[in-house]
């Protein structure tokens, strides 16, 4: 086996990202400040349409700041979408409040509106009102977005939207992460554009951002001296993460569009094999296509999604399973949970296929005819 190893979604510079860490080199602004901080917030302001902008050490840390700023506290309940990655859920837990998951509904596979509803009449019946709802768009592909928000409104329940996966998606136009209170987003180093590690808090609310920038630094009151009336935390970018961030960021339409290309050729070649594709619901719906993801048919494929898997392995392609539901995850399974059956069947049954920026028309007709020869 000497072929290089073909990855799920490596990093992919666009070339400007070392002018930027070269100025911070130059200037010796080799901290969590400086110029590079300051523009990436700006430039990521221009380009979702957020009013306001932190950048961030990670997208968990923004999910964090932004629970502490709407006051969820130990004994509160949080609502967050299953299928989703453990970062989204992790920080209820922090704030020692409890999360209550629901499943997702069928044409995009994010949190079911109906459920949603159902969940927040029963909390308020109990007089136990949720604190906020935590909405992700899973694999870059928009959720009911609408139709959450208005829920959320009709309830008066705050909104963040996790759009850590779905950086560049849009709904009617609209960039996701501008439709809640809070809109979060990731540049982990798998994640559409990276900055290494790093993530963004985006909200129209100045005061908010403020606060979120405030905690991220410590918590610092204004003295000459060190003094603290609140509990603070580490979690501001590096002027030299913020570099490649804006590199990154001058690319991530291009890049949008690739990954777009490979979802393309994918279902040009597998579709009608005994694989299933997600499609946009209508043209109101545009996906960043983060990761391709295919349901297997076992019965038209005579083959299972673990199958295919560890065959891809053997030849060096790193595929991945979607997402294990937060309803069954050992650590969260004593919460509680509406629906399920939606996502425990796309766990079951679904790839995620390499998706890469950078990935090669080879590289990509080599997996097509790995794939191919199993069938
Ligand atoms: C990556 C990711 C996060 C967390 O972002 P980090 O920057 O890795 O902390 C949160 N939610 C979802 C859905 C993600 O995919």
């Known amino acids: 086996m000497s072929k290089e190893r073909i990855y799920l979604s490596s990093p992919h510079m666009g070339g400007t990202e070392l002018k930027y860490i070269q100025e911070a080199f130059n200037q010796n602004w080799i901290a969590p400040?400086?110029?590079?901080?300051?523009?990436f917030e700006k430039e990521l302001c221009a380009y979702s349409g957020a009013g306001h902008c932190a950048v961030l050490s990670s997208g968990t840390a923004a999910i964090h700041l932004a629970l502490i700023i709407l006051g969820v506290k130990r004994?509160?309940?949080?609502?967050?979408?299953?299928?989703?990655?453990?970062?989204?859920?992790?920080?209820?837990?922090?704030?020692?409040?409890?999360?209550?998951?629901?499943d997702s509904e069928e044409q995009t596979w994010n949190m079911d509106p109906t459920l949603l509803e159902e969940a927040l009449e029963d909390q308020i019946k109990e007089?136990?009102?949720?604190?906020?709802?935590?909405?992700?768009?899973?694999?870059?592909?928009?959720?009911?977005?609408?139709?959450?928000?208005?829920?959320?409104?009709?309830?008066?329940?705050?909104?963040?939207?996790?759009?850590?996966e779905a950086l560049g998606s849009s709904y009617k136009g609209q960039k996701l992460g501008t439709f809640g209170d809070f809109g979060i987003y990731s540049f982990n180093g798998n994640k559409i554009i990276t900055t290494s590690g790093g993530g963004a808090l985006v909200s129209n609310n100045g005061e908010w951002i403020k606060k979120a920038r405030f905690l991220a630094t410590q918590a610092r009151d204004q003295a000459p001296?060190?003094?603290?009336?609140?509990?603070g935390y580490n979690y501001r970018m590096s002027n030299i993460a913020?570099?490649?961030?804006?590199?990154?960021?001058?690319?991530?339409?291009?890049?949008?569009?690739?990954?777009?290309?490979?979802y393309g050729f994918y279902k040009q070649n597998l579709r009608g094999k005994g694989f299933r594709?997600?499609?946009?619901?209508?043209?109101?719906?545009?996906?960043?296509?983060?990761?391709?993801?295919?349901?297997?048919?076992?019965?038209?494929?005579?083959?299972?999604?673990?199958?295919?898997?560890?065959?891809?392995?053997?030849?060096?392609?790193?595929?991945?399973?979607?997402?294990?539901?937060?309803?069954?995850?050992?650590?969260?399974?004593?919460?509680?949970?509406y629906g399920g059956k939606v996502s425990e069947h796309l766990f079951e049954k679904g790839l995620c296929l390499p998706s890469g920026s950078n990935l090669t028309v080879e590289q990509k007709q080599l997996i097509i005819n790995k794939i191919t020869t199993l069938l």
Request: glycine share 6%.
């Open 75 to 102: 004994g509160d309940s949080v609502i967050c979408s299953s299928f989703t990655f453990s970062a989204s859920a992790n920080p209820i837990v922090y704030q020692g409040a409890e999360p209550i998951f629901i």
């Open 127 to 164: 007089g136990r009102k949720p604190a906020a709802v935590i909405f992700v768009h899973l694999y870059g592909m928009p959720g009911k977005i609408e139709e959450i928000a208005s829920i959320c409104k009709k309830y008066e329940v705050p909104l963040i939207e996790d759009a850590a």
């Open 242 to 262: 913020a570099g490649i961030g804006r590199g990154q960021l001058q690319v991530l339409d291009e890049w949008a569009d690739k990954r777009r290309a490979h």
């Open 225 to 231: 001296h060190y003094q603290h009336s609140e509990i």
């Open 277 to 337: 594709f997600i499609e946009e619901p209508d043209k109101d719906y545009y996906s960043n296509r983060w990761l391709t993801t295919v349901l297997v048919d076992e019965k038209a494929t005579g083959f299972d999604r673990e199958t295919l898997r560890t065959e891809l392995e053997k030849h060096n392609i790193e595929t991945r399973p979607l997402w294990k539901p937060m309803h069954l995850q050992p650590v969260f399974s004593r919460y509680p949970s």
């Open 33 to 39: 400040l400086g110029p590079n901080v300051d523009n």
